[in-house]
């Protein structure tokens, strides 16, 4: 199929670029639901071909499956392809049955321990390698570090782990060109601001935190990446599917205001004729601090639907309408202006 053209951003500070459209590793490992190894490898290289070159995995997506399935189709067409994975995790065999605690159905046989201390930064980075059978990866991401994940007290001994040591394992890892770029990939943005305080990073991927629904992390957050000249990956963009016909938010019901809300924007965007999905794909790249967004997909057919919102073409009278509507919070860059 011929490929369609992206408008291509930098990331921080460094010489990569992404297309402005990514593919997230998340839902190819079966999250909620299954998803076969070939329907996998089909999605990945679907999105290469339709024009799309940055693809995100993690070792934590369906225990390393994600892993390998995009290395199973990025080791054929490495070139002009950006990848990026995660380190937190160690992988060890399960002996026994394994007790899945994840959404990822069927996830390879191995149970994780967080690890973001210098060694388990520096083995992380290793055993992705080997996984994906690639020696080369550009972005390198801490997965999942924060109180989200571990609660307030149960993060502190991790993030001095990172403190005392997985950082440098990053820079180190950084400077001598073993990976192109370096960040956190978190649901929640307060963490990242602990993160500037840490040190100089070159990219984030937050998931569900600056989309059509939620502006919350504009202000620091945003304008802080903006002040150290960091990128921002906008991952989770439908805020777990509420934004494209689901009805979860963060990965439950969705609470009765979300969906209130999610009705007065959808009503907006039928009055301009354009899809609810297409607008909340297309609403963070107005911030210039978003380099890409990353929604994920299960199939090539659901890589061609999330193409179509990509392209719709959407009228700047409808940002302002949100705006005057009180739809998105005080501030938000939209095209033209802010909110």
């Known amino acids: 199929?011929?490929?369609?053209?992206?408008?291509?951003?930098?990331?921080?500070?460094?010489?990569?670029?992404?297309t402005t459209l990514g593919l997230g590793g998340a839902t190819l490992a079966g999250s909620f639901r299954p998803v076969s190894a070939e329907q996998a490898r089909a999605t990945v290289s679907h999105a290469l071909d339709s024009g799309i070159t940055y693809i995100d995995t993690a070792p934590h997506y369906g225990a390393g499956r994600s892993e390998h399935l995009v290395g199973d189709v990025l080791r054929e067409r490495r070139e002009g392809a950006v990848l990026s994975t995660k380190v937190g995790r160690l992988f060890k065999a399960?002996?026994?049955?394994?007790?899945?605690?994840?959404?990822?159905?069927?996830?390879?046989?191995?149970?994780?321990?967080?690890?973001?201390?210098?060694?388990?930064?520096?083995?992380?980075?290793?055993d992705s390698q080997q996984r994906l059978g690639l020696s080369s990866i550009d972005i390198l991401y801490v997965h999942d570090i924060g109180a989200a994940t571990h609660g307030t007290?149960?993060?502190?001994?991790?993030?001095?782990?990172?403190?005392?040591?997985?950082?440098?394992?990053?820079?180190?890892?950084?400077?001598?060109?073993?990976?192109?770029?370096?960040?956190?990939?978190?649901?929640?943005?307060?963490?990242?601001?602990?993160?500037?305080?840490?040190?100089?990073?070159?990219?984030?991927l937050l998931a569900g935190r600056y989309t059509l629904l939620e502006q919350t992390s504009l202000d620091p957050f945003l304008a802080t990446c903006l002040q150290r000249g960091a990128s921002v990956v906008i991952g989770g963009p439908f805020n777990s599917?509420?934004?494209?016909?689901?009805?979860?938010?963060?990965?439950?019901k969705a609470p009765e205001e979300i969906v209130a809300k999610v009705r007065a924007l959808e009503a907006v965007c039928r009055d301009f004729s354009v899809p609810l999905p297409a607008a909340a794909l297309r609403f963070p790249l107005a911030h210039p601090a978003v380099c890409n967004v990353l929604p994920g997909a299960r199939s090539p057919q659901e890589v061609d639907g999330i193409l179509d919102w990509w392209f719709t073409n959407i009228p700047d009278e409808l940002w302002s309408?949100?705006?005057d509507q009180g739809l998105l919070a005080p501030g938000t860059p939209i095209p033209g202006g802010f909110a």
């Open 1 to 18: 199929m011929m490929a369609r053209t992206f408008e291509k951003r930098r990331v921080g500070q460094t010489k990569l670029e992404v």
């Open 94 to 126: 399960a002996r026994g049955p394994l007790e899945n605690k994840t959404e990822f159905i069927n996830p390879l046989p191995f149970a994780p321990t967080y690890d973001y201390s210098y060694d388990g930064v520096m083995r992380s980075f290793e």
């Open 241 to 252: 599917g509420i934004l494209a016909g689901g009805s979860t938010f963060n990965y439950d």
């Open 153 to 204: 007290e149960g993060n502190k001994p991790l993030w001095e782990q990172l403190v005392a040591g997985g950082y440098k394992a990053l820079r180190e890892l950084r400077d001598s060109g073993a990976v192109k770029a370096i960040g956190l990939g978190v649901n929640e943005w307060q963490v990242l601001m602990d993160a500037f305080a840490l040190g100089d990073w070159d990219v984030f």
């Open 321 to 323: 309408t949100l705006a």
